[in-house]
């Protein structure tokens, strides 16, 4: 009897229906390619919607560390003027475990060569943008110009954020 027992319940184990799927890298990209062509078509809400509630952007500036909130207050006065931001993705690294995708790109902008690094999470079966770093390229033979014209904003900053 425990013989049968255990034959049934091996069976009904192998009936069962897997729910998770598998990893989509082409569904991932669309979502990114998405969020950025929300901003090239400042198209507000696809872009706010693509991030999780929680999000966090990173921009350029040593002062935007922007919750999703905050961010959408500061970025709103750009998709209202029906031009917000363009940028066109050079290549792109994902990376993934089940629940979370984190990737590198280069992007071609309006400030020349930037890098964006993001983390998404999914919820339900939605990839959710849960943080977001945008970087300005600066080539290793231009630093130290860069550096002297960035010298005094950058100390300014320091004080700020100290």
């Known amino acids: 009897m425990i013989k049968y027992s255990l034959i049934i319940i091996l069976l009904l184990q192998s009936c069962t229906i897997k ?42 500036d040593a002062t935007e560390n922007w919750t999703k909130t905050a961010f ?4 709103k006065p750009f998709f209202d003027k029906g031009k917000a931001w363009d940028f066109t993705v050079l290549d792109r690294n994902i990376y993934h475990d089940a629940k979370t995708v984190w990737f590198d790109e280069r992007l071609d902008t309006w400030m020349g060569i930037c890098r964006g690094s993001r983390v998404l999470q999914k919820e339900a079966d939605t990839w959710k943008i849960k943080h977001y770093v945008l970087s300005l390229t600066i080539p290793n033979t231009t630093i130290n110009q860069v550096k002297k014209i960035n010298d ?7 004080l700020q954020l100290k």
């Open 72 to 75: 959408m207050q500061f970025a």
């Open 19 to 60: 729910t998770d799927k598998p990893f989509n890298e082409q569904v991932v990209n669309n979502t990114l390619n998405s969020w950025h062509k929300a901003a090239s078509d400042a198209d507000f809400d696809t872009y706010f919607g693509l991030m999780a509630e929680d999000a966090h952007f990173i921009g350029t």
């Open 152 to 158: 005094s904003i950058t100390k300014k900053s320091l």
